[in-house]
């Protein structure tokens, strides 16, 4: 039981280059979602997922695009990476009923230039 | 939407003492409201959540205290021990969504040997 799987770890990209940042799970979670953290700010709902074919935004979408074809995966898509989006990314997924607990993944640091 | 402000942004406290963070929020349709703990380097993780119809919740060294009137929720941790220090985060959302919580800012909180 791997929990909440997200690739890669770290990525440096240049500004206007596009990238998919990965999320897996493997806990049957109905609910899985993407935050940004930045330093001082928390962390900031970027799109969530209440189950395959399902998606809505949440605080910051802007500039990222999310699909969930399958339960287990919800990738997260930089359409044209920017400097303001250099932060580090946490998946996280949960159940739809009894324990809300949110499983996050161990975060993807992004560095735009 | 939901805006969850978290006080004081830095604690730092002896060995022993307890800290107290604490927290408000604008919803007042909220009914989750869980603390997570993110040491550094590390992704968040639960250490206790409160839903709207209890009014405390305790965990052996960590209590949560809600007063939905006032719309605040504080997390309280007695006897603090070294491996206390991280930064903890509230978040305010709904029981039938915990993936659309919204976060405070984060404390940090530093227990002196």
């Known amino acids: 039981n791997a929990g909440v799987t997200q690739t890669p770890k770290f990525q440096v990209l240049k500004t206007g280059q596009s990238m998919t940042l990965q999320c897996a799970q493997d806990?049957?979670?109905?609910?899985m979602s993407w935050y940004r953290q930045d330093p001082g700010m928390g962390l900031r709902l970027i799109h969530y997922?209440?189950?395959?074919?399902?998606?809505d935004q949440g605080e910051v979408p802007n500039g990222y695009n999310v699909s969930r074809s399958t339960t287990e995966d919800f990738p997260l898509r930089l359409l044209s990476a920017a400097p303001s989006q250099t932060s580090v990314y946490f998946c996280?997924?949960?159940?739809?009923?009894?324990?809300?607990?949110?499983?996050f993944g161990e975060g993807s640091r992004l560095t735009v230039l | 939407g939901e805006n969850v402000e978290q006080h004081p942004s830095t604690l730092s406290v002896q060995e022993g003492d307890s800290a107290v963070i604490k927290c408000t929020y604008s919803?007042?349709?909220?009914?989750?409201f869980p603390w997570y703990k993110q040491e550094l380097g590390k992704r968040p993780q639960l250490i206790i959540d409160?839903?709207?119809?209890?009014g405390e919740k305790k965990d052996q060294r960590i209590a949560v205290t809600l007063n939905k009137t006032a719309k605040h929720f504080s997390l309280h941790i007695t006897e603090t021990q070294p491996e206390d220090s991280a930064v903890y985060f509230c978040?305010?959302?709904?029981?039938?969504?915990?993936?659309?919580?919204?976060f405070g800012d984060g404390t940090t909180l530093t227990v002196k040997p």
């Open positions: 409160i839903r709207s119809n209890v």
């Open positions: 996280a997924s949960s159940y739809s009923s009894g324990r809300r607990e949110l499983f």
């Open positions: 997922s209440v189950g395959a074919g399902i998606t």
């Open positions: 919803d007042s349709a909220s009914n989750y």
């Open positions: 978040a305010a959302g709904y029981n039938t969504n915990a993936g659309k919580s919204t």
């Open positions: 806990m049957n979670h109905e609910y």
